[in-house]
């Protein structure tokens, strides 16, 4: 079980709250927890190490999300890994339900997320998965073997964003079967976005997995028709506030900032991934 983390001492405590030894239906005997730690304020160990001194604490490298699972995961003893995030709530079920859902032949299994809290307010996010397909980094288990031969999670997605994307797609390149367990579940509850400016700077993860996977270039057009797309479905299905006109704003902030940083990332990227030549392996 890999849990990376970063100064989220409180939410932190919750997800291990949730693993300890009797709070899942799975023996304790058979997981061990590993938290990678890329913290500066807070540091994990410190936050843990009375309350929980089962949880194994690793120090995460600094060099984001992708990176610090990579950290965790280089540890781990087992033959499968799960992750979990630092902000989730896992089920009393959910690693036995992996485990039950385990058969020859397929080396990964997504669980089943959602977001019980709901979102009051566009100015809220939380990942969500009820059908499978998406493999995000918070609820999924993979074979020790598929997931260190592909390389773990691409360590130059720098920012929350897309790396789960594109360890999804290099597996199943590389021929590795997926299973959707729906009662592996996890609860992510309901963040607040970050600022206009900074979801622009996630958006160089964007340009790259694009140019990475080989989407038609320039990326630019497409990439502000779904980010646009995604947060006025967001502002339509959510009740009108004050943060429907903050939401309005953010978006304002993170297209311009996207529009105007996208030349320099989309140079950067077709040197990294020239057209015509397969990179996503």
Not at 36 to 45: H, T, W, Y
């Amino acid at each position: 079980m890999v849990v990376p983390t970063c100064d989220r001492p409180e939410t932190l405590r919750v997800v291990m709250d949730r693993l300890a030894p009797g709070a899942q239906r799975l023996d304790a005997a058979r997981y061990e927890i590993i938290v990678s730690d890329d913290g500066r304020r807070i540091p994990a160990a410190q936050t843990l190490g009375a309350s929980h001194p089962w949880a194994k604490v690793v120090q995460g490298p600094g060099q984001g999300p992708a990176a610090n699972r990579n950290a965790g995961a280089a540890t781990a003893r087992g033959d499968w890994i799960a992750f979990t995030d630092d902000d989730t709530e896992p089920s009393a079920n959910w690693l036995a339900a992996f485990v039950s859902a385990i058969v020859a032949g397929t080396d990964v299994y997504e669980g089943r997320t959602t977001c019980d809290g709901g979102f009051g307010s566009p100015m809220y996010q939380a990942p969500v998965n009820e059908t499978g397909g998406w493999l995000w980094s918070c609820n999924f288990l993979v074979s020790t073997n598929a997931f260190r031969s592909v390389g773990g999670f691409d360590e130059a997605f720098r920012f929350p964003n897309a790396e789960d994307q594109d360890l999804r797609d290099r597996l199943r390149a590389a021929g590795f079967n997926m299973l959707f367990v729906r009662d592996a579940l996890v609860n992510h509850p309901p963040r607040r976005v970050p600022n206009g400016r900074r979801l622009g700077e996630y958006r160089e993860a964007d340009v790259r997995y694009m140019y990475k996977h080989g989407m038609t270039r320039p990326v630019l057009p497409l990439l502000l028709r779904k980010i646009a797309r995604h947060k006025f479905n967001v502002i339509r299905d959510t009740p009108k506030s004050l943060d429907t006109l903050l939401a309005f704003g953010s978006l304002a902030r993170e297209l311009w900032y996207t529009a105007r940083h996208a030349r320099e990332w989309e140079s950067k990227y077709a040197a990294e991934f020239p057209a015509g030549r397969n990179k996503a392996s």
